[in-house]
């Protein structure tokens, strides 16, 4: 009940090209869902986020899609970039709790 | 500057020393929270706290311990560290108003 699967696990994309990630989860009291972004050697660091009152978030060339009745969202990274070379990881949560549930995880190669 | 501070940055042990991980933020923040990240796993949420005196399980708190009698510091004590305790360990904190989690740099545990 409190999975997020997150797939793929591994992506490679072509310089401009588009670069999506697809998570699904269980727990329909999940009302936050983040994704974070790792470059190697760093800690994560938030990227963009959605609730599940609309169903479309976009800041810059990042953009959300939530499709609450199939309970998955998804990251759309646009004219993909080698430095968007990193590992996003999907997460959810349910606020004023403490616990944040995060995806395996996706390593994404942008091939210049 | 605003930050989230771990240490040790890398540290190599042997089975059943003990062993603590100490984290530091100077934002003020009253929750902060310990993960561990495994290839092909993700990250999982081993313990948090909402504040001073507060702390609550994650969803893999075995052979772990925290404490927070400050507000700034939630170090993560490993007493009997086991070979399966080898991991990258992140803390991180935010204010309970807002979601948004700030990451430390992390540490990397060898147990021999």
């Known amino acids: 009940q409190q999975q997020v699967k997150q797939s793929p696990q591994s992506l490679i994309v072509q310089k401009g090209g588009i670069s999506i990630i697809n998570c699904a989860y269980e727990?329909?009291?999940?009302?936050?869902f983040p994704w974070y972004q790792q470059f190697p050697g760093k800690g994560p660091a938030l990227l963009i986020a959605?609730?599940?009152?609309?169903s479309e978030k976009k800041e810059g060339r990042f953009t959300i899609s939530f499709n609450k009745s199939a309970k998955q969202f998804s990251l759309h990274i646009m004219d993909s970039q080698p430095g968007d070379s990193a590992t996003y990881f999907c997460?959810?949560?349910?606020?004023?709790?403490?616990?944040?549930?995060f995806g395996q995880g996706t390593t994404l190669q942008v091939k210049p | 500057e605003a930050q989230v501070t771990q240490n040790p940055r890398y540290l190599i042990t042997v089975t059943g020393k003990k062993l603590t991980v100490t984290c530091s933020q100077n934002?003020?923040?009253?929750?902060m929270s310990w993960y561990r990240q495994d290839p092909g796993l993700g990250l999982r949420q081993i313990y948090y706290s909402m504040n001073v005196e507060v702390t609550d399980k994650g969803d893999v708190p075995e052979g772990y311990k925290v404490s927070r009698k400050e507000k700034r510091n939630f170090p993560l004590i490993l007493e009997s560290p086991s070979p399966n305790q080898t991991s990258l360990y992140f803390c991180?904190?935010?204010?309970?108003?807002?979601?948004?989690?700030?990451f430390g740099p992390g540490t990397r545990l060898l147990v021999l």
């Open positions: 934002m003020n923040h009253e929750y």
């Open positions: 727990n329909t009291a999940f009302d936050y």
């Open positions: 991180a904190s935010r204010t309970v108003n807002q979601e948004t989690q700030y």
């Open positions: 997460a959810a949560s349910i606020s004023n709790t403490g616990k944040l549930i």
């Open positions: 959605i609730r599940p009152d609309v």
